[in-house]
């Protein structure tokens, strides 16, 4: 089993919707919680960290729920530009970034 | 400012040849860390840096694979007799200190093992 599982996609919604993708983690030990943005052939970067309160970017919310070990990223509003692979991290004592496989998303006009 | 830079950006090497990929951190950044994706998989993480040592080598697939960091900044992954599976983009990260820190990634080298 993965440390970090999210479901691949694609997911494909039109202008303006609002899209959710969730991720689950299996080591209890993780400390720091990520979202980062992956564009084709690109290197990822970091879109938001996400905290226990939960977070909001803009038209970007994170979530995080450490009793079911789940976070969740909702895109209100959808862009052309949110086109991309979105990667679930998680960090454990400081070093190295666990990432997940990535969700795909690809929004149409 | 520079971000992270990193050479070759690909590379193409026969089977069996040995390869040298380089990383320049972002200038100051004390952590460097080693990364590589193959096609439609996350970031699986090599090995880790702080200043000029390597603090954790725990994710390099085999000893065929070798990185250093003699002074603290350049970062080499260095791979030997390279094989068909080790084809992937291999990315360098650097952050201030340590993962806990935004790590900010290079442009990768995309390797090809023919």
């Known amino acids: 089993r993965k440390e970090v599982e999210q479901d691949p996609g694609p997911f494909n919604v039109p202008e303006g919707a609002t899209v959710a993708f969730n991720c689950t983690y299996s080591?209890?030990?993780?400390?720091?919680f990520f979202w980062y943005r992956q564009d084709c052939r690109k290197e990822p970067k970091l879109l938001m960290s996400?905290?226990?309160s939960g977070n909001e970017d803009g038209r970007f919310t994170a979530q995080l729920n450490r009793a079911s070990q789940y976070i969740s990223l909702l895109i209100r509003d959808s862009k052309l530009s949110d086109s991309a692979t979105y990667l679930c991290?998680?960090?454990?004592?400081?070093?190295?970034?666990?990432f997940g496989k990535g969700t795909t998303l690809s929004v149409s006009s | 400012g520079a971000g992270v830079s990193q050479s070759p950006r690909y590379k193409v090497a026969k089977r069996g040849q040995d390869v040298a990929l380089r990383c320049d951190p972002i200038?100051?950044?004390?952590?460097l860390f080693w990364y590589q994706q193959a096609l439609g998989q996350g970031p699986e993480f090599l090995t880790y840096?702080?200043?000029?040592?390597?603090?954790?080598k725990s994710g390099l697939p085999s000893d065929r694979f070798f990185a250093e960091r003699p002074e603290g900044s350049v970062s080499t992954l260095k791979i030997q007799r390279t094989q068909q599976e080790d084809s992937a983009v291999y990315l360098c990260?650097?952050?201030?200190?340590?993962?806990?820190?935004?790590?900010?990634f290079g442009p990768g080298t995309r390797l090809t093992v023919t």
């Open positions: 990260a650097s952050s201030l200190s340590g993962g806990s820190y935004e790590q900010y």
């Open positions: 840096f702080q200043n000029e040592a390597q603090l954790d």
């Open positions: 996400v905290y226990s």
């Open positions: 991290v998680v960090n454990q004592a400081g070093t190295a970034l666990i």
């Open positions: 200038s100051g950044h004390v952590s």
């Open positions: 080591n209890s030990a993780s400390q720091s």
